[in-house]
């Protein structure tokens, strides 16, 4: 007999970050897309003290990411801890988010045509 973990031994396992405490407000993405968003936009924020710092690190990475570039489309990001928006944007390419905990922000992250 064969147990699952023994096919999966070979198989080469990429290490996934965690994703940190967060509180969707309002998203039309595909979770998975959500997900990577969230941890990318984690990642930027780690040794930053300036949200425009922190904006144009994540704005790097969405346009870096496979599933998340596209090269006709922008993404536009706005962090910071009271924004108020109104925005265009192209469908299921949004999401408005807060990271909670030690980082405690708010994302704004979209993409128009």
Not at 26 to 46: C, G, H, S, W, Y
Not at 60 to 73: H, I, V
Request: net charge negative; proline share 4%.
């Amino acid at each position: 007999l064969k147990k699952m973990s023994d096919e999966d031994s070979d198989a080469p396992r990429t290490k996934v970050e965690p994703l940190p405490d967060y509180k969707i407000r309002f998203t039309d993405m595909p979770e998975n897309l959500v997900e990577k968003a969230i941890r990318l936009t984690a990642k930027a924020n780690e040794g930053k003290k300036v949200d425009k710092e922190v904006a144009t690190a994540i704005h790097q990475g969405l346009n870096e990411d496979p599933d998340l570039m596209d090269e006709c489309s922008g993404w536009h990001v706005i962090v910071g801890k009271s924004f108020a928006s109104a925005i265009t944007y192209q469908t299921k390419n949004s999401v408005y988010f807060d990271i909670l905990g030690e980082c405690n922000k708010t994302f704004l992250l979209f993409k128009t045509q």
